[in-house]
């Protein structure tokens, strides 16, 4: 009795540490590449703890077979995937209107790393993602990750099949709301930079002389840059409560 009871705890266990792990080393902040892989499982492996004795009356009996461990294993880490990846696809909002203002303000070529990232991407980009991430830990956003998870098992219970196909469409859907708030919050640069180009060639027209690239140049990274200054408290907060409104649907 006491060996099926370790047998069962220790399947319990693997279980939690699958999903937990999976959403763990996907989301936003603790399952950026900056952090230290160990400090990742660490966090997993405490959370995994926590919930393993809270979840244990839903756990199915243990299978018979390999395939069935294996299979109940895998399950748990797609559904752990699933949440991590979409509430990490929403991130790339900012990253989008990061790149949209270089590419407005002539500055797509300054180049930095993105801890949020695996490659480089513009300095632009790389400061909005810090902001957003500044942002989840400082309005207490990281706390509904949490809560994310615990909600997992109620929403994906063990028993219930992997859903595909409401994954792909909430993926999609998501990617999509990330690209149309990315070019939103983006928008006063957009716009500024069609007002500063129309000038300018109006400028270049009406004196040709007048060696128009040596001053738009420069006027168009202060202005922008300027201007992406004045409205990142906007940014902040149309941003937050978006965020706020995804983790939501799982918290």
Request: hydrophobic residues 55%; charged residues 5%.
């Amino acid at each position: 009795m006491n060996s099926f009871a370790t047998a069962f705890q220790v399947y319990v266990a693997a279980l939690v540490f699958s999903r937990v792990g999976a959403m763990v080393m996907t989301m936003p902040g603790i399952g950026d590449q900056s952090v230290p892989p160990r400090i990742r499982l660490s966090f997993a492996l405490l959370m995994a703890l926590i919930l393993g004795p809270l979840v244990q009356n839903t756990v199915p009996p243990i299978p018979a077979t390999l395939g069935g461990l294996v299979g109940g294993v895998i399950h748990e880490l797609l559904i752990g995937l699933m949440i991590g990846s979409v509430l990490r696809l929403f991130m790339t909002s900012l990253t989008t209107a990061g790149e949209i203002i270089s590419m407005q303000t002539t500055l797509s070529f300054a180049q930095s790393v993105n801890p949020s990232m695996t490659g480089a991407s513009t300095a632009v980009a790389s400061f909005l993602s810090m902001l957003g991430l500044t942002l989840v830990m400082a309005t207490g956003l990281h706390h509904l990750f949490i809560g994310a998870i615990v909600k997992s098992y109620t929403i994906f219970p063990f028993t219930r099949a992997v859903p595909v196909n409401d994954a792909v469409t909430l993926a999609v859907r998501t990617v999509a709301q990330s690209f149309s708030l990315g070019v939103q919050l983006a928008a006063p640069v957009i716009v500024f930079s069609l007002v500063f180009n129309l000038a300018t060639g109006l400028v270049g027209r009406v004196m040709p002389a007048f060696q128009i690239f040596f001053v738009a140049s420069p006027l168009s990274v202060i202005l922008g840059l300027s201007l992406l200054a004045l409205s990142l408290g906007g940014v902040a907060m149309v941003w937050t409560d978006r965020y706020r409104e995804l983790l939501e649907i799982f918290s």
